[in-house]
């Protein structure tokens, strides 16, 4: 198992902390939607961030759903998390690959765009469901992402997200962190903290170094004792089924679906998320209208 998610808590109770290994999750996303480095970087970091907020925040059957609108070139991102480590999601435009920024990395903001929102939704199980929005601060998504958090649920966090792309766009290494600090933590704790956070390398690097996400948490909280909540591994899987696509194929107005059985004599539903092809003969939509 590589990819997996890693929850500790520290000993005296005074902060939460989550790393992930999700390279292998990554690259499912990358090779389903064929998305080029930018694109890559920029979906790769928004499912790292839902995998840590979904780790954080669910329970049992529930789920949440991470969106990202800016004004760059990427467009909407969209990406599902359940609290079982699964996510999916898609890109508006995959094919972007914009020119390195001036620290030699990938321009994810530049990609993203700095205008706009973050929102999370999430199906708690309860009649409806909960969403919180902010707005983009920064577009490299780990600020975005740890923004989100200290705006909309009140808890001071910092989240690291990161992907790094070879050359032939495949994904070399992709994980992050998220540290939460609990109400009643000593504040000289956070001020050493933030000091570490700063001089400390990209999670990407620290993968490339072959480090575990345990490990990736020590080198945040260094000699602060913690002990392991959970370990769970982490995928990438899309749910869908031609019986879903028939479900909605059913809410479509009569006249459009009597249009698709006399001009197209069938009707093919590809699936967003995998890319997975649904056909429909003549004879299927002709039981769908007529359940109507
Ligand atoms: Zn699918």
């Known amino acids: 198992m590589t990819d997996y998610l890693i929850k500790q808590i520290s000993e005296d109770g005074q902060l939460r902390a989550y790393a992930v290994n999700a390279t292998d999750v990554v690259t499912d996303a990358q090779e389903k939607h064929d998305t080029w480095s930018t694109s890559s970087a920029a979906f790769g970091r928004t499912i790292i961030g839902t995998l840590l907020l979904s780790a954080a925040g669910l329970k049992g059957d529930t789920k949440m759903t991470v969106r990202v609108e800016g004004d760059g070139p990427v467009g909407k991102i969209v ?3 359940n609290a079982q480590g699964t996510v999916k999601g898609y890109v508006t435009n995959p094919h972007v690959n914009l020119p390195l920024n001036d620290q030699n990395k990938i321009d994810v903001k530049g990609g993203v765009g700095t205008t706009g929102t973050l929102s999370v939704t ?21 600020e975005d992402f740890t923004y989100y958090l200290a705006k909309s649920e009140q808890t001071p966090s910092a989240v690291g997200v990161s992907v790094f792309v070879n050359e032939d766009n495949s994904i070399g290494v992709a994980g992050g962190f998220m540290i939460q600090i609990l109400p009643g933590a000593d504040d000289r704790l956070i001020d050493i903290l933030e000091a ?31 002990k392991t909540l959970e370990k769970m591994p982490v995928k990438y899987e899309c749910d869908c089924s031609k019986e879903r696509f028939a479900k909605a194929l059913s809410s479509v107005a009569p006249v459009d679906l009597q249009q698709l059985i006399d001009e197209d004599h069938g009707a093919e539903a590809v699936c967003r998320f995998c890319g997975k092809k649904y056909q429909f003969t003549e004879a299927e939509l002709k039981t769908i209208l007529a359940a109507q």
């Not at 199980?125 to 920064?138: A, C, I, R, W, Y």
């Not at 390398?201 to 480090?211: A, D, F, R, W």
């Open 196 to 226: 570490r956070l700063k001089e400390m390398p990209l999670v990407s690097e620290l993968l490339q170094q072959g480090m575990r996400p345990e490990e990736i948490i020590t080198e945040i909280v260094g000699e602060l004792p913690m």
């Open 122 to 142: 999430k199906d708690l199980g309860l009649k409806e469901p909960f969403t919180g929005q902010v707005p983009l601060v920064s577009g490299e998504l780990g």
């Open 79 to 81: 990406v599902d998390g």
